[in-house]
């Protein structure tokens, strides 16, 4: 019978970042709203994928901090679509949570404006645009500076019962 050698992998993590708010920012407690099931964007906070951290301004909008890790990554060098994607939807899905509407996200349109660089922190911003009936428009995009990478329209569906 073959013997099974154990292999030992390494995972080297790459150094802190500075996931710090804007003064007046109040840090926000995604999991206590929603639980602990926010685990594909936020559940590796000093990992290798994604950090996450989500604030509150004085208006209650929701605003995220996020570093796109290496293993995010799609062009070389930088974020694949699908995890700038994964981003909007936790993020501007759980604006809508911080707004009062239990929901999930029944269409979320991303425009993709820029190609965004691995290991750089950028900023999420969200606005819930309209609720009319069981539907949530919350709108939102990623930037740093002067420069956007990424806009999202996200249609949010409240779920009865919730
Ligand atoms: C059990 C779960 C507990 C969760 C508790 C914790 C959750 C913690 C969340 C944390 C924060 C979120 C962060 C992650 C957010 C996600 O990632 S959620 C996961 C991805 N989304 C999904 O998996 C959703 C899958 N889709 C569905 O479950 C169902 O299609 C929906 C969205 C609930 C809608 O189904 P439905 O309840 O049968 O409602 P339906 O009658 O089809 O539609 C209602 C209305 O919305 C419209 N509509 C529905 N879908 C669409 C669409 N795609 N485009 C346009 N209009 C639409 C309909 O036309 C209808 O309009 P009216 O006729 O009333 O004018």
């Not at 840090?27 to 936020?42: I, K, M, N, T, Y």
Request: aromatic share 8%; charged share 20%; with cysteine.
């Amino acid at each position: 019978m073959p013997k099974t050698k154990t292999e030992r992998v390494t995972i080297s993590l790459c150094p802190p970042v500075d996931l710090g708010g804007e003064p007046g920012w109040i840090p926000f407690d995604a999991p206590s709203l929603v639980g602990e099931s926010l685990r594909f964007v936020s559940g590796e906070p000093d990992g290798n994928r994604f950090r996450a951290r989500y604030y509150r301004d004085a208006e209650q909008h929701l605003h995220a901090r996020i570093w796109f890790g290496p293993e995010t990554e799609g062009p070389p060098g930088h974020a694949h679509g699908g995890a700038v994607a994964a981003v909007m939807d936790e993020a501007l899905g759980l604006a809508a949570w911080a707004a009062g509407y239990p929901i999930v996200v029944g269409n979320l349109n991303v425009s993709f404006r820029n190609m965004l660089p691995l290991q750089k922190v950028v900023t999420v911003e969200s606005r819930v645009i309209s609720a009319e009936g069981r539907k949530v428009m919350v709108h939102g995009r990623i930037f740093s500076g002067e420069t956007v990478y990424a806009e999202a329209e996200c249609l949010c569906i409240t779920i009865p019962g919730k």
